[in-house]
């Protein structure tokens, strides 16, 4: 980022930020929330990237008050790493994307085959424009048409082209004003005898109790639908119990259903419970963000448990969970062999919740892979107990910890686990746990052993230089296995460049380095480019967000991404 000029705002985002962080939240993108992120190290720790801060306003107009930005959300969109052509994959322009299939080549021409998906974001769409999508909407199999300024009026020719259309499988109109006669007749165009849909979204879509009465029919008609995304609409109780009648038909097959952000509460879990008994393939539930409550969690993990569906997704963050929930919680999974990801974030489970919830976690038949406890009040003395599983078990691979007060007993606690045989895990997030420059040393000497963790977050610690020194210092060791390091808002100055500047040019496995929101300058970030620059350096990725620089500096990241194409900074 620039110097700013006289007159201009002290933190605006440069241009090749503004234009990064449309892609990043693009609501599009695998498994991501139609959301914004910020980005990373700035404001609240981490970023849109790298699975950091989640403002969690959806993109565009939404049908739902303003939220409260929780102080450290690791989301679902940044599970999985991914590149900055990926995201670009998934930007504001429009894109006619070749689904790969295996045998099968990419084909081109005039006539679009099976194998393409439409794909939109972040558009207000023409009248000239919409003429042209039509005939694409009545023929790819996956169409994604995401804040692209939809309402009502364009529904009636949705509903005719998807009549047309025998091969969609995938449907996303997530972010577009609808309202429940829009979404009506979006639905009816899904009702053909011919319709294979198995994928909708309709994410803030404004869609109300009252526009739910249509659900029943429409799930008892559509016996190919798998996934249902109906978040951010106000549901209310009401329209969840009328979305139930509808999963309690024996032609409904589905197996995922997420309703985050529902206006829902305890009075829902009932209707919800009664279906899930009765899904024997029902795989993955998200009601995150929902005041269902200590009561509603109950009756939630009753049904889980006396259903014989094969539970691999449970989402309950910001659900109102107490320490007493997690009895509710250590039944279900001790129940759910299958369950492999299970996110409980920014609940107050407290020490005490933790460890009634850690023996369950340690047995045998738990295949756990991604556990999150984001911002749950956990101390060092919860951490203890979540160290024997970490230590234990050889399925865990992601683990967030992320805004809870673990302080370098914490830290070093959770890198004596990581040396034990059985731990497996590839990706830690412990941004904000007040660890101080004390925790590098654990870090450090941990990484020079363990072969398996591949992704450390840890912005917004007060490391400082001298312990990002004493981090490169132990990476800059031969045979370590990191790949990407966040080390947003950690107080690191020209000398800790410096430290880092060195390790670019002595670790091999590093590929992404996150240092937004933190105190060098022109000299620091030359020591850095110079550095990037040589052919011995590894690194794809440099995020610098919110950091000041001159023009000069400027000029020389744009010329230096240019002369080494495989290096993207994003700033």
Request: aromatic share 2%; net charge negative; charged share 20%.
């Amino acid at each position: 980022m620039m110097l700013p000029q006289p007159g201009s705002p002290p933190h605006g985002p440069g241009p090749r930020a503004a234009a990064v962080r449309a892609r990043d939240s693009a609501p599009g993108r695998p498994g991501s929330p139609a959301a914004s992120a910020p980005p990373r190290g700035s404001g609240c720790p981490g970023g849109g990237a790298a699975r950091g801060c989640l403002s969690p306003t959806p993109l565009g107009s939404s049908c739902l008050p303003p939220r409260p930005a929780p102080c450290c959300v690791p989301t679902p969109a940044q599970r999985k790493r991914r590149s900055l052509a990926g995201a670009a994959a998934r930007g504001p322009e429009s894109l006619l994307v070749p689904l790969r299939r295996a045998g099968s080549g990419v084909v081109s021409g005039p006539n679009p085959p099976r194998a393409m998906s439409l794909s939109i974001q972040c558009q207000q769409l023409s009248d000239a424009r919409w003429t042209e999508l039509l005939p694409l909407i009545q023929q790819y199999e996956v169409v994604r048409l995401d804040d692209c300024g939809l309402t009502e009026v364009r529904c009636k020719d949705i509903s005719s082209a998807l009549q047309a259309n025998p091969s969609l499988t995938e449907l996303s109109l997530c972010t577009n004003e609808l309202g429940d006669a829009g979404v009506h007749l979006v639905l009816q165009g899904l009702q053909s005898p011919t319709c294979k849909i198995q994928k909708l979204s309709l994410q803030n879509c404004c869609l109300t109790k009252t526009g739910c009465g249509v659900l029943p029919a429409v799930l008892r008609s559509m016996p190919t639908l798998r996934e249902l995304h109906l978040s951010d609409n106000p549901l209310e109780d009401i329209g969840l119990q009328l979305l139930c009648e509808g999963l309690l038909d024996p032609q409904c097959h589905l197996e995922k259903l997420q309703l985050e952000y529902c206006n829902l509460t305890a009075a829902s879990c009932e209707s919800l419970a009664s279906a899930l008994r009765n899904k024997q393939h029902f795989k993955e539930l998200v009601v995150s963000n929902n005041e269902i409550g200590e009561a509603g969690v109950r009756v939630l993990c009753r049904g889980l448990v006396e259903s014989a569906c094969q539970l691999e997704t449970l989402k309950l963050e910001n659900c109102g969970l107490t320490p007493a929930s997690c009895e509710d919680l250590r039944a279900v999974v001790a129940s759910k062999t299958s369950l492999r990801e299970l996110d409980l974030g920014d609940n107050k489970l407290g020490d005490q919740g933790i460890a009634v919830l850690c023996p369950s976690l340690l047995h045998p038949s738990c295949q756990i892979r991604v556990l999150w406890l984001w911002e749950c009040d956990v101390t060092a003395t919860g951490c203890r107990d979540l160290c024997h599983v970490v230590s234990a078990k050889e399925s865990l691979e992601e683990l967030s910890l992320a805004c809870n007060a673990l302080g370098d007993e914490g830290a070093r606690l959770l890198c004596e686990s990581l040396l034990e045989p059985g731990s497996r895990l590839q990706s830690l997030w412990v941004k904000s746990c007040n660890f101080t420059a004390a925790c590098c040393h654990h870090f450090g000497t941990m990484l020079t052993q363990n072969k398996c963790l591949v992704e450390l977050q840890l912005s917004n610690n007060k490391l400082g230089d001298s312990g990002v020194r004493e981090l490169c210092q132990m990476l800059g060791q031969s045979g370590t296995a990191l790949q990407v390091l966040c080390l947003g808002d950690c107080d690191v100055a020209n000398d800790g460049c410096a430290s880092l500047a060195s390790l670019l040019l002595a670790n091999r496995s590093l590929r992404e380095l996150d240092l937004s929101n933190n105190r060098m300058n022109d000299q620091g970030i030359r020591r850095l480019m110079e550095s990037v620059e040589q052919p011995g350096c590894a690194l794809e990725q440099l995020v610098l967000y919110d950091i000041y620089w001159s023009q000069d500096i400027e000029d020389s990241l744009r010329a230096l991404e240019e002369r080494k194409p495989s290096l993207k900074i994003i700033s």
